[in-house]
């Protein structure tokens, strides 16, 4: 396990490397780049100074080389906009987006693998029909659209919820004040993936069923339920491990346009402002950040794997 994990370690290291020169050269190749905060109205020796500390007038590869000696160093530069460290608006934001990213696929798990076990089992019946109808309802709708309908109905018109931020503003901490602003980014959040757990859950589920060492426990006597959990549902689990590891990249872009419509100050609504507003050191560290949860989560994964199937 330990020459496993030392191998998936070296592995990430390339992916952040690869994330981060494919960045660091977009933003400094696209069209403006950096160079666009060079207004008409500077004058050559203002233009000069701002482009010598940004950097500008050196190669691409020492300016490359030079911001990854940095972020070695856990230093990923200041925001062009308030001159405030990226790590420091990155430690900001970041705990918000796990929230909500980790209790959208809390709620993705706990209602997709049920559901997938009540439609395998009851295969054709009702309930098979209603689960597999809403997953595809699920699968079809996006994300911003529902996002506008939900607000509509239970903040504009119900008026149950809040539509937008973390908390109320003036208000002090309340829990469930801050579990209503919850609720609903993560109900859309959640409707990025919990389609795809419930239909994988439900065709790994089936065929496992089918298999002869679940006849042949049946045979044995063993219990139903213990048939189902103990042996069928654990190695069903399995390509649905697969699968969630290669959701929660989709899981994090959603996170982007939820964020967005609701107004949660995480890492989602700080890529699209930073962006929005050509904040380059912003959008490097915010990139190599959502690479590492990304890559961590799918080490996370694959440590399952063992649990699963020893």
Same mark, same amino acid.
């Given at each position: 396990?330990?020459?496993?994990?030392?191998?998936? &370690? &070296?592995?990430?290291?390339?992916?952040?490397?690869?994330?981060?020169?494919?960045?660091?050269?977009?933003?400094?190749?696209?069209?403006?780049?950096? &160079?666009?905060?060079?207004?008409?109205?500077?004058?050559?020796?203002?233009?000069?100074?701002?482009?010598?500390?940004?950097?500008?007038?050196?190669?691409?590869?020492?300016?490359?080389?030079?911001?990854?000696?940095?972020?070695?160093?856990?230093?990923?530069?200041?925001?062009?906009?308030?001159?405030?460290?990226?790590?420091?608006?990155?430690?900001?934001?970041?705990?918000?987006?796990?929230?909500?990213?980790?209790?959208?696929?809390?709620?993705?798990?706990?209602?997709?693998?049920?559901?997938?076990?009540?439609?395998?089992?009851?295969?054709?019946?009702?309930?098979?029909?209603? $689960?597999?109808?809403?997953?595809?309802?699920?699968?079809?709708?996006?994300?911003?659209?529902?996002?506008?309908?939900?607000?509509?109905?239970?903040?504009?018109?119900?008026?149950?919820?809040?539509?937008?931020?973390?908390?109320?503003?003036?208000?002090?901490?309340?829990?469930?004040?801050?579990?209503?602003?919850?609720?609903?980014?993560? $109900?859309?959040?959640?409707?990025?993936?919990?389609?795809?757990?419930?239909?994988?859950?439900?065709?790994?589920?089936?065929?496992?069923?089918?298999?002869?060492?679940?006849?042949?426990?049946?045979?044995?006597?063993?219990?139903?339920?213990?048939?189902?959990?103990?042996? &069928?549902?654990?190695?069903?689990?399995?390509?649905?491990?697969?699968?969630?590891?290669?959701?929660?990249?989709?899981?994090?872009?959603?996170?982007?346009?939820?964020?967005?419509?609701?107004?949660?100050?995480?890492?989602?609504?700080?890529?699209?402002?930073?962006?929005?507003?050509?904040?380059?050191?912003?959008?490097?560290?915010?990139?190599?950040?959502?690479?590492?949860?990304?890559?961590?989560?799918?080490?996370?994964?694959?440590?399952?794997?063992?649990?699963?199937?020893?």
């Amino acid at each position: 396990m330990s020459r496993y994990l030392v191998q998936r &370690a &070296a592995q990430a290291v390339v992916v952040l490397l690869v994330v981060s020169t494919l960045t660091f050269g977009m933003v400094n190749l696209a069209p403006g780049g950096p &160079a666009i905060m060079m207004t008409m109205e500077m004058t050559p020796e203002q233009q000069d100074a701002l482009r010598r500390q940004l950097g500008l007038d050196q190669p691409l590869v020492v300016r490359y080389l030079k911001w990854i000696g940095a972020a070695l160093r856990a230093d990923l530069g200041r925001s062009f906009n308030d001159r405030r460290r990226v790590s420091e608006v990155i430690r900001e934001r970041l705990p918000l987006t796990l929230l909500l990213g980790g209790t959208a696929l809390a709620v993705s798990l706990v209602l997709g693998i049920p559901a997938g076990v009540i439609s395998a089992t009851r295969r054709y019946s009702l309930a098979d029909h209603t $689960v597999t109808f809403f997953s595809f309802i699920g699968v079809s709708i996006p994300a911003f659209w529902l996002a506008i309908i939900l607000i509509l109905v239970f903040s504009v018109w119900l008026r149950w919820l809040p539509a937008s931020g973390v908390a109320t503003a003036g208000a002090g901490f309340s829990l469930v004040d801050r579990l209503a602003h919850l609720a609903l980014p993560t $109900v859309v959040l959640a409707t990025v993936i919990l389609p795809s757990i419930t239909r994988f859950t439900r065709s790994a589920l089936v065929e496992e069923l089918g298999q002869d060492y679940v006849r042949t426990a049946r045979a044995k006597g063993l219990p139903e339920p213990r048939v189902l959990t103990r042996h &069928a549902l654990r190695n069903a689990l399995i390509p649905v491990v697969t699968v969630l590891g290669l959701l929660i990249p989709r899981l994090v872009g959603g996170a982007v346009i939820t964020e967005t419509i609701f107004g949660w100050p995480g890492m989602g609504q700080l890529a699209v402002a930073s962006a929005v507003g050509r904040d380059y050191p912003i959008v490097m560290g915010v990139t190599v950040m959502v690479a590492i949860v990304v890559t961590v989560s799918n080490l996370a994964v694959d440590l399952v794997y063992g649990w699963l199937d020893p």
